[in-house]
């Protein structure tokens, strides 16, 4: 049984950091891309980061560039996404899903990859 759980979400002020953890379980990590994905209320979702299974290359959003690093440990099943300098409009459920593929990172992750954890809130106070 295939199973994300994300962990290390929290309240957060303006300028802090948190790390995210995705736990992934059922399958083998290493042929797996996986990416950090977040909702803010009211928004649609929207890709932050992804880390492809094929030679762990990374791609990140604009918006988090220079701030947010994705690493995978695949001995340890677990995906991370440090977060440093947030600001308030990071505030959002973030997700962690998981697709078999072996793209480069700039198109293997997207909003229909095949597993998907149930989120972790992050809430940055301004």
């Known amino acids: 049984q295939v199973q994300l759980v994300e962990s290390g979400g929290g309240l957060v002020q303006f300028g802090g950091s948190l790390r995210l953890s995705c736990a992934a379980s059922g399958f083998t990590l290493d042929y797996y891309a996986i990416g950090w994905f977040r909702q803010a209320p009211g928004k649609e979702r929207e890709g932050v980061a992804c880390?492809?299974?094929?030679?762990?290359?990374?791609n990140y959003a604009d918006s988090v560039k220079g701030r947010f690093t994705i690493s995978r440990d695949n001995a340890k099943k677990t995906v991370y996404l440090q977060m440093n300098s947030l600001k308030p409009e990071d505030t959002a459920v973030y997700y962690c899903?998981?697709?078999?593929?072996?793209?480069?990172?700039?198109?293997?992750?997207?909003?229909?990859?095949?597993?998907w954890g149930k989120g972790t809130l992050v809430t940055v106070s301004s």
């Open positions: 899903a998981a697709e078999s593929n072996r793209a480069p990172p700039l198109i293997a992750c997207h909003v229909g990859m095949d597993y």
């Open positions: 880390i492809s299974a094929s030679n762990g290359g990374t």
